[in-house]
């Protein structure tokens, strides 16, 4: 079993499950920000778990930019709903607003903050398995 295929593939269903939660049983309508992640993140949920079944470590140069590209939306729409500066390049100007906040715990915690968490933990474990990937294949 591989740890950082498994971590990366328990983190996608996490975020998976999240989202749907949040726009399901709480009926948070998400944004385009939201779909856009929505559409890198779900995607992720179903490979990694067929790559950690097969415990195929060769996944990462396909998983990685999809992974990569959803952390830079996620982050992005942090920095829009946190800094008031950036609204005015807002690129939501029909239906629910990017900036708009649905979940603020602790007074810092948001939805895209999650995403941008779940993306990382991706990323990170992504980049550690294609570490030791190549360690093996050059011993």
Known sequence: MNKSLFVAWIAA??????????????????????????????????VL?????????????????????GMLISGYHMLLQKIPYLKQFEMCKTGVPCSEDYLNWLGFVTIPMLAFIAFTIITISLVILARS?????VD
């Open 13 to 46: 269903v996490i975020a998976t499950l999240g989202s749907l939660y949040f726009s399901e049983v709480m009926q948070f309508i998400p944004c385009t920000l939201c779909w856009y992640q929505r559409i890198f993140m779900y995607p992720l949920a179903i």
């Open 49 to 69: 778990g067929i790559a950690f079944y097969k415990n195929d470590r060769r996944i990462y140069p396909y998983v990685l930019p999809l992974s990569i590209t």
């Open 133 to 137: 990937h190549e360690e093996v294949t």
